[in-house]
Every structure is written in C-alpha cells, then in structure tokens.
C-alpha cells in the first residue's frame, strides 16, 4: 500500500495508534444508493401548504422574472436600433443574440436586488411560518472536511465552535467529526494529534471524533457520504462546514432548532459572511459580501422559496432525507465532464427536492462565517475547479424528474462561467463591424432598380443612452445594497460611517470594473481548457494572506496587458468613439499587473483599514476573533 494512502493507524504505530480506532463512535450506517439522473420513480415533490403560501413565492417569480424581461426587451431594442439596419448583416444578427444573452443575466440580478431591497424594508420574516419550540431533542453531527489544510487553524476554529457549544448548555446535541481526506503524511499525523488534543480537552462535555479515509474517492461529496454509510444513522441532522468555516453556537442551535420545527425540510441554508483576511483584494471581498450580500440573499430567499440551492457548506441537512436521495452518480465518459461530480452541492439540494424535501435559505440566522481567497491568483485557482464543476452540470440538467427551479440553478451555475466567453465574443463582434464600417464604403444602392439610397444607421446618441442604461441595470444590486445599508444602524457604523460606506463602494465599483476584464480572460481559458479536455484536478485552496510576489504577477498576467495594449491600439486605429466606449475594458487590462500585485498586499490592505475603507461590522465590534456579530437579524433595521 502506498504510503500517502495508509490507514491513519499506522501512522506512528504503538499505543497512539491503537487509541486511533477510538476516535470514532460505534457504527451506525444508512444506506445511501446511487440515483439515476435518467430515470425517476418517486413521488412529484409535495407541495407545502401554509407556510409555502406565506412565503409568496410565485409573486416574487413573477416579480424578478418579469422585471429581468421588461429589462431585457428593452436593452435588446436599444441594441437593435443602435446596429440595425433595413438589410442587417451576420455580424449585426449575432451582436444583438450575444447582447441577449449576458444582458438577460444582469438584469435578473437587478431585479432580484430590487425584491430583496424591499424584503428587507419591509422586515419579512423569514421562519417561513414555523414556530420554534426553543428546545430540542434531536442529534446534530457537526462535520468538518478537510484536505491538506493549516491543521493549527482548523482546529483552532473547531476549538472555539466547541467551546461556545459547551457553554451553550445544549452540547449533548452535537458531535463533532473531523473527516480527513488527507494525502499528506506529515499534515495526518498533525490532524489525528489535534485531534486527541481536543477530544482530551472537551472530554465529557462535548464528544470529537476523528476519520481518515485511506481513499479520497469523490472527494468532499464522497466524503461526506462515507460518514452516512459509516454513522448517519446515530444523528438526525448533519451540519456541513468547510475547512475555513466558523459558526457561532447561536447559529448552530439556530439551525437545529429550525430544522426540527420543520418536518418538510431536508437542508436549510445560512449565508455565511466573509471575514478575516487582511490583504486589499479579500478586504474588497470582504466589504462586497458584507454590505452587498443581505440583499442579494433576501432576493433569492425569495425567489427560491422551498425550491432553493446549497452552497455545499455552512448548512444543516435532514442525515436519512440526504441518505435516500443523495447518493451521487459517477456521470459517464471521461474527465473533465465525466467521473465523479465536482460542484456536488447544486446536485444534492436539486436531488433533494426532486424526492420531495424543501430547501431553503435562512437569511436571518446570523454568526455563520468563512473565509476568502486572499488574491485573484488564489481566487482564480479555486474558480477554475468550480468552473468545470458548473461546466459539468450540463450532464445534470436534463435529469429526469427535477423541479424548474432547481434545473435553473444548474443553468444560473453554468451561465456564470459562460458569461465570459460570450462578453469576448459580444466584444470582438463589435469591434468587427466598427472595422467594417469604417473600411469598406457603405452600399447606398444595395437595389439597382431602388429610387432612394439605403443609409446605413448607427445612432451615436442612441448608444450612449444604451451605455448608461446598461451600467445603472449592472449597479442596480449595489446601488439597493448601499440604499439598505444606509438604512442599518450596525452596517452603516460598520462601514465606517455614511461617507466611509459610500466610498468604499465607489471604490469597489471602480477596482471591480478594471478587474472584470482579467476575469473574463481568465474564465475564457477556464472554459478552453475544459472543452480540451483538461482537468482541474483537486488541490487544497490557499487559505494563509501569504505574500505577493511581483515576478509571479508579471508572469501570470503579462498576457493580458499585452492583450489589453493591442485592444486600445485597434480600437484607437477603428475609431476615437470606439477607444472611449471600451476603455474600461482595455484599462484595466492594461493595468493588469499593478492591479492584482497591489491587491495581494497585506500591506495595501493594512492601509485601507487605516483610511477606513472596506471595513465590516465584524471589525469594530469588540469581540475575541471578529467571528461573533451582535445578533441581529439580517431583515432588521435600525
């Protein structure tokens, strides 16, 4: 047997390796078989009476998809007046198709920010109908994978998270579970003596265990199901984390208390907040999801009612519910579409309720955190996996008894990534048919018998008006998010006051604009690397601040500045207007470089917090580790 797989057990051998096969309870397995994506014999999914009703689900469909069409139409009209004309060329025909497509998913991001806007305002409440007892008698195993990772900050999490549940009085709810996939020898040796350390130090008021897998198969998703077919039937609920999660006791309890109010639902889940590292770009992060994310979540808490997602951690899911529905397929042909499923979240909350559980999110129950890639290098390692994870989910959609909503997840998922190849394409159309009007002399008589010329149309003041229109749909969500904000007491301070609030997010918006560019070419090579058939593979996310090196930005990303100076010198040559309407796009990748050095240093974001800029409430509240917010509900304002 290979060393880097070996039964933890052998690890050091003598006693420390015997006492290993007391690290984990008494077997209890439930049977977790693999489901068809072809074929569906179940029941339809039930349909929840009161408390579906209350939540008015189908009014916030009609809401945010009628709004995203009005939208829509709109914009696509605007184009075609722009482009158009009486004999409309190729080119023009498939501007205005790729103009539908990524302006279709803007607007129904607006529009979403819009209903959670007025969610909040309004102060819904989010129990969906359900009265908690404010007491349980059910069993929760907290489960933490981990893969290769900082085991003195894993466990420093867990430490704190099973301390506050001791304290809490309700620790007999919870076991704890450590679930290792790790291949690294030194790094497992660490973990298991970690391990005992914690186990010895909540002995009798807490119970940890502690799992290796000498086989990583289907990575956290077989994880996971390992601890089902192992012991999910000792515990009704299991609360999923990440190796970089923290959740207060509060949120916990939270989550199990609401889970056991409401029998119909197999997984609730929280929106976890971004917190803890300190260079610019996480920072920025940081500050995006802190003030941007109460509303974007209130809009899909609404929009997706009990037909809702899972983000694959931070969430509490019904062990026997998860069990007989869950079991994941290994998806035919070879990697990187076949094999074991990567993004298995989407897919496990769509199979859960294709057999008739609700999901949904609790955007109220506050105290669930995670943390951020601290670059966009780091950012763009972990997206290229999740992209061939959402990419893969075309084998998915089409599966075989799913509800609409949940095939729109799978959709929303793989448009994401697509989104960007479509803006290249949108972008090298456009400067196509600038180069041709401005190459070839224009065809007045196109009709040798026509009585009157044929002038071509291109309506300068019309696509200004179509740029603006464009930008305030693409800021509408933070433009409701910082309306909010305003609104919120704690967020308002938070964020370092009214004015600090407002230039943080002009800020954002400016360092988001220049670096959306590099992140369109990077997806684009995700995606060209996908359809040759290139794998991700699977390496543990960088999760240390860590320091920036110049010479790996320059190699990194010299690419795109260079590409970025040839699109400022064609369009400059095409047409001055052209050079205007995408400097945007070519700043900042010219500016590439300087842009993703700057925002991986934790000195850079050091200073912004001394200027105040990108602060979060976590920050300025004086708590041990930034981690436990004053509770307050995200619906509420003050």
Known sequence: MDSMSEPLETLGGGAAGAFYHGLTPPENPLEMPEQSLKSWYGEPPKTASGPALKEHTLASRLFVFGIAAVLTVYG????????????????????????????????????????????????????????????????????????????????????????????????????????????????????????????????????????????????????????????GGNYDFMLVLDADSYMTAESMIALAEAMEADSNAGLIQTVPRLVNKKTLFARMQQFATGTYGPVVSAGLAMVQGREGNYWGHNAIIRTRAFASSCGLPVLAGRKPFGGHILS??????????????DVYMRPDIVGSYEETPPTLTDHAVRDRRWAQGNLQHSKVIGASGLHWMSRHHLL????????????LMFLVVGIALAWQASAYQPDYFPDAHALFPTWPQFDSQRAWTLLGFSAAVLLAPKV????????????????????????????????????????????????????????????????????????????????????????????????WQL??????????????????????????????????????????EARRRLRQPVAEPVAAAS
């Not at 999760?543 to 990303?557: E, F, P, Q, V």
Request: charged residues 15%; proline residues 3%.
């Open 76 to 231: 696509v009209w605007g184009m075609w007046k722009v482009v158009g004309q009486n004999d409309a060329t190729g080119l023009q025909y498939m501007l205005v198709v790729l103009f539908a497509f990524s302006f279709t998913w803007i607007a129904l991001a607006a529009a979403n920010a819009m209903l959670g806007f007025f969610a909040l305002i309004a102060r819904l409440d989010w129990r969906r109908g359900i009265a908690l007892r404010g007491k349980l008698s059910t069993r929760t195993a907290v489960l933490m994978p981990v893969y290769n990772e900082d085991t003195s900050k894993v466990f420093e999490n867990l430490t704190e998270m099973a301390e506050e549940l001791a304290a809490s009085g309700k620790a007999w709810h919870f076991d704890f579970f450590v679930l290792s996939d790790t291949t690294n020898l030194a790094i497992a040796r660490q973990e298991r003596e970690a391990a005992l350390r914690l186990r010895q130090t909540m002995l009798g008021r807490l119970n940890v265990y502690f799992r290796r897998r000498p086989e990583n198969v289907g990575r956290k998703a077989g994880n996971i199901a390992d601890f089902v077919r192992s012991w």
């Open 579 to 620: 050079f205007f309407w995408l400097l945007p796009v070519w700043l900042g990748l010219v500016l590439a470089i300087p842009l993703v050095y700057l925002s991986s240093l934790r000195a850079a974001g050091q200073g912004a917090r001394v200027l105040r800029i990108f602060l979060i409430p976590e920050e300025r």
């Open 412 to 423: 929303t998922g793989i448009m994401s990534y697509v989104a960007s190849p479509l803006w």
């Open 480 to 575: 409701f998010a910082v309306l909010y904000a305003m609104t919120n007491k704690r967020m308002r301070k938070g964020a370092g006051g009214p004015l600090g609030l407002v230039f943080s997010f002009l800020l954002e918006t400016l360092l988001s604009a220049l670096l959306a560019p590099v992140l369109m070419l990077l997806q684009t090579g995700f995606i060209g690397q996908i359809l040759i058939a290139r794998d991700s593979g699977w390496n543990p996310q960088c999760r240390d601040d860590g320091t920036a090196s110049l010479l790996a930005t320059i190699k990194g990303y010299g690419f795109h500045s260079v590409f970025g100076l040839v699109l400022a010198g064609i369009t400059a040559y095409i047409s």
């Open 344 to 357: 298995h979240d989407f897919v496990e909350a769509a199979l859960l309720r294709r057999a008739g559980w």
